[in-house]
């Protein structure tokens, strides 16, 4: 079993602890709650063989860091993401402001995990009314971001498909240092 | 571990837990395992990340304070969550205890319930972000209708009583071509000109569809229908108006569209019906060569065309024959009886009108003129074209371009003109019943196709095209025609030319019984000569009449069969006429010789 710290990061209110809590309680509250500090959670995953063979019936046990939003507490937040393997920037589609920030999330995780991995979360799909296709495309495009998902934390549209390609590219990044 | 740390750790109302080099418990306080997020893992010989996962990544900072490089780690605010108990924060310090060795070094992990201050910034916090979340729904609420007004495709614009505009969405921006920024604050007569803006409108009031001019910014005028209605009201009085447009262009060109394919489906109909199997012209004498070469020559230009000749002679062949040669052959060629068209819808089935230009015209119609864009029209029966609309075929002739009935806005067109008449363009302009600069735009290039009386010589080659032709259509198998039939038949006068050749042959076929065409199956009437006789004076008309008989009854004047006999006469009476009308027996027959 594979062991990995992950953070979760966004804007406040995008709704990171939603997304944890559907995908390790597969349970979802409307009240809004504030995380303040750090909250860890852990769920063990077991991947399914993809076709690179790398993440052949492999178990991994995440370590998910559920960050308090925005950019207040900076400082101490580098401690809280230091050692991480990964990390979740999510944004709100039916807020661009907190897309805008995306970016700015992805530098602050990479400044202290220069080689962590990076996915996407475009949350609260559900709410959204146009399509979200070029917004996936632009991030998919942005370098370093491993891949860029839809995600409803309210219907629990792509929350697994999001942690897995997390994982996946996690263990890809093992696999890879390990033949080097 | 000395007595003396323990207690000074206790002290400071902490629980601690001792790890060696690997991470894992050496020793810890009896409450250690209460502050652990998996308290059952908690045990001494365990790694300390199985019940403190913020452990889990921090191997290398732990690392450098068991080697004196970093003197303490600090993970603060740590929430746990029970499921048995309130929800408190911790925060983990781990720092170095040097032993008496280097080798007995080991490290100290010390947890402090830190829930106190936690809960106050976490109530602090949450009213702040109470606040931001408050903001944040209220904008995802907005941008949510704003996506809505936006998904709509049709125009939505809303107005204040007095008609500026305070919202408008993106199919009406599309529209107009306006910014959002251009468009709000400004009167919606900015965009609806036509609107006129009434004051006092109460809850009750809602329009029917309207069609308005909507104007763009570039300026182009787009119809749009609108519905209107009162945004709200309090007591009675109107604060705003809703406008939801529908742009109608896409329907009126669909219209149009429809609208022309009936009249090419009518057409084509008019085409198949009139020209099936008659599609070719046959000649081979002097003159039909002559007008065919120019034909030929015509048909590679765009030059207008009239074809005169009398009734029955081929003009309408002939100009499907150019436009078959042209190079509009692949678009169509409209085919118009200026004769069978009723005096008052002359103008609209050549021109179309608009909808509601005049009683009776529902939906707007494409003229024959717009439907030949790009081809011909073939106008058959120039010579009976109202005065009025004469005026206006000029115009398109000379501009190419007109209106519709009841339009505005002029129509360009690129229609080749081909028009045709039996009458006598020239004396129709001397009487006053034809224009003379219509005559002279129209007769550009002017084709004859000469009478079949001015051509004998191709009636047989015609007999023999009408054969095979109408074998097909009567299932008959006429392969010949019998010497004296096709000598009568050279002999007539035809003054219905080739069309009562063909309709004279016809009738023979349907009439006969075997492989050749027999005279008795001919049945010529000559309409010409007793259209003659008519004008003539009665003398005259007793001369022909007179000539006819004796001509049919091979010169005998008495006998059962005899002239005489035929006409009612007695022998004595029949001559002393002949002389009288100046007719003599000359060799087997007789003339009118003076």
Known sequence: MILAKICVLGEVSVGKTSLIRRFVDRSFSDAYLTTVGVKISRKLVRLEPDPSGIAADTDLQLVIWDLEGGHNSIDLSSTYLKGARGAIVVGDLTRSSTLDQLQEHIDRFRY????????????????????????????????????????????????????????????????????H | MPQSTETALHRQAVVYIMLDSSLCITEMSEEAPLWADDPRSVQVGNDIRLGFPELVGAEADLQAVLEGNRPSLIISGISRIPHDAAPFFVTVTVTLYRGASRSMDTLVLMVEDVSKWMDEI??????????????????????????????????????????????VNRATLTLTEYTSTELIDQPITLILPGEQLREGFTISWQSAPTEFRCVSKSGESIPVSFTRAPLDTEGHVLRGVVYLGRDLREQKQAAARISKLETENLSLHEVLRT???????????????????NLSKVAA???????????????????????????????????????????????SELFGHEKGS????????????????????????????????????????????????????????????????????????????????????????????????????????????????FSRRTNKHVTSVDPKAMRKLMQYSWPGNVRELANVIERAMIVCDGQTLTESKLALVDVSRQTEAAGTSFDEMARQHLLRTLEECGGVIEGPRGAAAILGLKPATLRSRLRKLGIERVGGGFRYTS
């Open chain 2, 275 to 293: 020209n099936q199997d008659t599609t070719d012209i046959v000649w081979s004498s002097p003159v039909m060569n002559t007008l065919m070469e």
């Open chain 2, 358 to 469: 005049f009683t009776g015209a529902l939906q707007k119609r494409t003229g024959r003129f717009e439907l030949a864009d790009g081809g011909t029209i073939f106008l058959d029966e120039i010579g009976e074209l109202p005065m009025a609309t004469q005026a206006k075929l000029l115009r398109v002739l000379q501009g190419e371009e007109f209106e519709r009935v009841g339009g505005t806005h002029p129509v360009r067109i690129n229609t080749r003109v081909i028009a045709a008449t039996n009458r006598d363009l020239a004396a129709q302009v001397r009487e006053g019943r034809f224009r003379e600069d219509l005559l002279f735009r129209l007769n550009v290039f002017p084709l004859h196709v000469p009478p079949l009386r001015e051509r004998p010589e191709e009636i047989p080659l015609l007999v023999e095209h009408f054969l095979r032709l």
């Open chain 1, 112 to 179: 202290v995990n220069p080689q962590g991995r990076v996915v996407i979360a475009l949350n609260k799909s559900d709410l959204q009314t146009g399509a979200a296709g070029a917004i996936v495309d632009r991030w998919n495009d942005v370098a370093g971001v491993a891949k860029t998902i839809c995600t409803s934390a309210k219907t629990g549209k792509g929350v697994d498909e999001l942690f897995t390609a997390l994982g996946m590219s996690i263990l890809q990044d093992t696999g890879n240092a390990a033949e």
């Open chain 2, 301 to 347: 230009t765009d030059t207008t065309v009239l074809i005169t000749g009398e009734t029955g002679t081929g003009k309408e062949l002939v100009a499907r024959a150019i436009h078959n040669l042209s190079s509009r052959s692949k678009t169509m060629l409209v085919t118009v009886n200026c004769a069978a068209l009723p005096e008052g819808l002359v103008e």
């Open chain 2, 122 to 167: 976490q109530r602090r916090t949450q009213m702040s972000n109470d606040a931001i979340a408050l903001a944040n729904a209220m904008t995802a609420s907005k941008v949510f209708i704003e996506n809505i007004f936006d998904a709509i495709a049709d125009m939505l614009i809303v107005t204040s009583a007095n008609g500026i505009i305070n919202a």
